[in-house]
């Protein structure tokens, strides 16, 4: 094994060669296949991985700490309100700069993981102020910091939990070469990010995969992400395809992924739930599942049963939830490992 990955950053899969990402497929698996003899390496021992969340979470927090920690390494976890650290750049409490804390933070850690994205929860005083910057704030540490950025989540990109995304369907097919994604926007009473809906139509690009997005038509994707998802069908050898049609997008698919996401434009909840309202009846139902290339049912998590998907599909033989879920760990072990490993630590533990 050789490491040609230590110190890269994590923030678009797009950012990483189709070769780069096999490279932590390969590794993932092996952690898999290892079991329980995988969860007491020291390949990051003495190694520091901080995590910084703007937002509230159950499978990455977990994942990303257990990932860690099963390493060899310490985790620090911090809920941001109780740093001094302005990302507007127009602090109201004598907040820090992003360069100035990002440099402090370099003294005192190996990798930084932030999940931040957009509209900012109440909590946060110091706010985002418009879509899409979340994900150049990320950016901004990356510019700033040498230690390894990681995205847990931006409002344009959740690279680890895409790549898990194509694990979890290798698995189930093994080549995905012309195998059928589709991305389906679904109604829920709450309005949910879009950063794992537009990383999964752009893997699947990437693997080679046909890949359709279905949704009403104030639901589209942001131009630059499905600009990225073309680049890469057409360098894959993939088909591109956009529907507003859940019937017929869903015929001959072999993994669906019904999904909500805000509009782009994002105004009030208000807003946002008016629009949506006129869409209630697009989820993911047994006759729709019909249609499909008895395809799987996936899904980020967590969703509302009922609104974006039947509870007779996400419980029923269709549904890889739960193992999408749990290769979380060992997606985000081989991302960590091979940003932050000695190549003679690879070597000798695994």
Same mark, same amino acid.
């Given at each position: 094994m050789t490491n040609t990955l230590k110190g890269k950053d994590i923030l678009a899969t797009s950012d990483w060669s189709k070769s780069e990402l096999d490279q932590v497929l390969d590794l993932a698996f092996k952690f898999k296949k290892m079991g329980a003899a995988a969860r007491t390496l020291d390949i990051l021992k003495g190694k520091t991985l901080l995590l910084l969340w703007f937002r509230r979470s159950t499978r990455t927090w977990n994942s990303f700490t257990g990932a860690m920690e099963?390493? #060899?390494?310490f985790v620090r976890s911090r809920d941001t309100t109780d740093m001094h650290l302005s990302i507007s750049g127009k602090p109201k409490r004598g907040g820090e700069s992003i360069k100035d804390t990002a440099l402090v933070l370099d003294e005192y850690i190996d990798a930084l993981g932030i999940r931040l994205s957009y509209p900012t929860p109440e909590t946060v005083e110091d706010r985002v102020p418009k879509w899409g910057d979340t994900h150049a704030i990320i950016q901004q540490f990356a510019d700033y910091m040498k230690a390894p950025?990681? @995205?847990?989540?931006s409002d344009l990109h959740h690279p680890t939990q895409s790549l898990t995304d194509m694990m979890v369907m290798k698995e189930q097919a093994g080549d995905v070469t012309g195998k059928k994604s589709v991305l389906m926007w679904t109604y829920s009473p709450r309005?949910? #990010?879009r950063g794992s809906a537009n990383g999964f139509p752009l893997i699947s690009a990437t693997y080679g995969m046909d890949v359709t997005i279905v949704h009403p038509e104030e639901y589209d994707l942001e131009l630059s992400i499905i600009s990225l998802i073309q680049k890469e069908c057409a360098k894959a #050898?993939?088909?591109f395809e956009i529907s507003h049609d859940?019937?017929?997008a869903l015929e001959d698919a072999d993994f669906v992924y019904p999904r909500n996401w805000r509009v782009y434009y994002y105004g @009030?909840?208000?807003e946002e739930q008016s629009i949506a309202a006129k869409y209630k009846d697009w989820r993911l139902t047994e006759s729709l599942l019909r249609v499909t290339n008895n395809a799987r049912f996936m899904h980020t998590m967590p969703f509302t049963r009922g609104y974006e998907v039947d509870a007779s599909v996400a419980d029923g033989p269709n549904s890889i939830i739960y193992q999408q879920a749990g290769d979380l760990l060992h997606v985000r072990k081989a991302f960590l490992a091979l940003i932050l490993a000695d190549e003679s630590s690879l070597l000798e533990r695994i």
């Open positions: 099963q390493l #060899g390494g950025i990681l @995205s847990m989540s309005a949910q #990010g #050898g993939g088909k859940p019937k017929s @009030s909840e208000d």
